[in-house]
């Protein structure tokens, strides 16, 4: 299926385009943001989803090919497709939002990547967590009004 989606790419450019090195040139406008790169390396993990969204259901922008997602963590995807490095200063909050991205692309080596490196989610969810303290602290609170009031 996927050398069928190239099939279609390529007639797609029949008529002409850059060519890098032997390799078409895309142009991609992600949320906005404009990106130029190679076929070659939007292609570079073979478990990604880009022949699915270029080919299969392409929405064209002033002559990008159109994604409807955040340009700021494209720029770390498509520079992770080039050189098989994620090249950021660690932040747990950027770390789960490229995870997010990694899925929607379908980059099983990103996702994998990235899943390595989060801290092991809580057992509960942290609201629960929160609900368990407070009553904590509450419990401590009455035992230390108790202990004043028996000293008096």
């Known amino acids: 299926e996927k050398e069928r989606s190239m099939d279609n790419l390529r007639g797609m450019w029949a008529g002409g385009g850059s060519v890098v090195g032997g390799d078409k040139v895309v142009k991609l406008n992600v949320g906005g943001t404009l ?23 392409p929405v064209f922008v002033d002559g990008a090919f159109f994604i409807d997602r955040d340009g700021t963590h494209f720029r770390h995807i498509l520079n992770f ?6 090249n950021i200063k660690y932040d747990i909050t950027l770390s789960n939002e490229l995870l997010v991205e990694a899925d929607f692309y379908g ?46």
């Open 35 to 57: 990106f130029q790169t190679t076929m070659a390396t939007l292609t570079q993990d073979k478990s990604s989803n880009f022949i699915k969204l270029i080919v299969e259901r």
């Open 81 to 86: 497709l080039r050189s098989g490095v994620l």
């Open 107 to 152: 980059l099983q080596s990103l996702k994998d990547l990235l899943q390595a490196t989060l801290p092991i989610a809580p057992k509960k969810p942290i609201s629960e967590e929160i609900r368990r303290l407070e009553q904590e602290i509450k419990e401590l609170r009455e035992e230390v009004k108790q202990n004043t009031n028996n000293k008096s």
